[in-house]
Every structure is written in C-alpha cells, then in structure tokens.
C-alpha cells in the first residue's frame, strides 16, 4: 500500500509540474516582429547580425515570399559547429515578419532595421 501511495503522489507532482510548465512554455511564442522593409534588406541585415555574433550562416532560401536563413552556432569551447538552425523571414502584404528567432538574435536585429 505504501508503495501504491508514493507511486501515485510522484505521478500527481510530475503532473503538476507539467501543468505548471505549461503557461510558461507558451509564453515563448509572443506577437512576431512587424518592419516596413524589403525582404532583400532584411535578409542582408539578418546575415550581419549573425556573422557579427560568431554564427556560420550556410544558405539563404526563396519560398515563393518567404525566405529562410540556416545558420549553425559553435559547439561548447568552440570545437566544431552544431546542428543547422533556422530563421524565418515572411513578407505579409508590404511588411516583413521574422519567425522562430532567437530573442537576442531578434533584438540585433531590431536595432539595425532601426537605424
């Protein structure tokens, strides 16, 4: 019996931990970026940031109106480069939208289009 309890209140606090998880998981995901730029300036911008930031950017991607960026970062203590990473640039009416970026990346990348 007593093991059937401690068995049932672990499943209970993994349970809780996953709903608790939850929430901040979709907190991830918030409202893309919106710029009034072309797609050609976005993309050379999206290139400088990366390269600036010590990131290997392998190919650049035409869609129809999407363009997807693959990049790899190193690995820890800089042997080797990880697995490709991507980054989405859409254009939505006369506007270009920058999808699954890293948050740091995306900040970069705000400022230049600022300026």
């Known amino acids: 019996m007593r093991a059937f309890r401690r068995v049932l209140w672990c499943g ?21 970026k919106h710029y009034a730029v072309t797609s050609d300036r976005a ?15 392998v190919r650049v991607e035409r869609v129809g109106l ?11 203590r800089g042997k080797g480069w990880g697995p490709p990473q ?3 640039i859409r254009t939505v009416r006369d506007r270009v939208v920058f999808e699954d970026v890293e948050p740091s990346v995306l900040i970069d990348i705000d400022m230049k289009l600022k300026l």
Request: hydrophobic share 45%; no cysteine.
């Open 66 to 76: 999407t363009q997807v960026v693959y990049y790899r970062v190193k690995k820890n």
């Open 43 to 57: 993309v050379s911008i999206t290139r400088n940031v990366l390269v600036q930031r010590g990131y290997n950017v």
């Open 86 to 88: 991507r980054l989405v």
């Open 12 to 32: 209970l606090a993994f349970a809780g931990l996953g709903i608790a998880a939850a929430p901040a998981h979709a907190q991830g995901n918030g409202k893309a």
